[in-house]
């Protein structure tokens, strides 16, 4: 079946570090691929995307790559402020059908 | 615009009853579904629904009923909450086609189960 393998938090950091998050799925055919982020207290909301192998998904300065031989999509940011303190969850979405497969989130604190 | 708007946003049950948590959006989706959110497992899909008058399982869904009656409407039943039952629950939506847009969700319901 299908899943999504995230790296375990959490993830500390000081303001203006780089900031990488690894994602790894497993899944047959051709996915698409999110990146969700979850304030405290909040919903999730869509980061950013990527719908076919080598596209790069970018939104506030946060950007992921599609990569299809290595079955990855690793977030990148390369200077993190407080405020990017949050739960950032990857997922997929097969081609057939709308259901989305969550990886187990990576909490991430940014220290000032 | 409200998007998706979850009812209650906190609730505290006591084992064996029951209550609906209420699902609604605004925005004409097709797809509507239930997760649940567990520390350090992520969401997990309870049910979800294609369309009104359609629903189906997903991953976890003892303990819990759908209907969809209306394309805005998507409400979760738990039938008999049980202390496993905690957890915090999103409703999600979006449209269905050919070029996946992801999801809205809604801001929660947190769950106590005691």
């Known amino acids: 079946g299908n899943s999504v393998t995230q790296m375990e938090g959490p993830v500390t950091l000081s303001e203006e570090a780089f900031l990488t998050i690894n994602c790894t799925y497993t899944?047959?055919?051709?996915?698409?691929l999110f990146w969700y982020v979850q304030y405290p207290g909040e919903g999730l909301q869509l980061l950013l995307k990527a719908t076919k192998a080598d596209d790069k998904g970018s939104n506030k300065g946060f950007e992921a790559t599609y990569r299809k031989e290595t079955t990855s999509f690793h977030l990148e940011k390369g200077s993190v402020q407080v405020s990017d303190s949050a739960v950032y969850f990857c997922a997929l979405m097969k081609a057939a059908g709308n259901k989305l497969t969550f990886g187990g989130g990576t909490r991430v604190l940014v220290k000032p | 615009n409200a998007g998706v708007t979850q009812t209650p946003k906190f609730q505290v049950l006591k084992t064996g009853q029951s209550m609906t948590l209420q699902c609604a959006q605004d925005m004409n989706h097709e797809y509507m579904s239930w997760y649940r959110q567990d520390p350090g497992m992520g969401l997990r899909l309870i049910h979800y629904s294609v369309g009104a008058g359609i629903t189906d399982q997903g991953e976890v869904p003892n303990g819990y009923n759908v209907s969809r009656s209306t394309t805005e409407d998507f409400p979760l039943r738990l039938l008999s909450a049980a202390p496993s039952q905690t957890s915090v629950y999103f409703c999600?939506?979006?449209?269905?086609?050919?070029?996946?847009?992801?999801?809205?969700f809604g801001s929660g319901t947190r769950l106590t189960v005691v």
């Open positions: 899944a047959t055919g051709y996915p698409s």
């Open positions: 999600a939506s979006s449209y269905l086609g050919p070029s996946p847009m992801g999801y809205t």
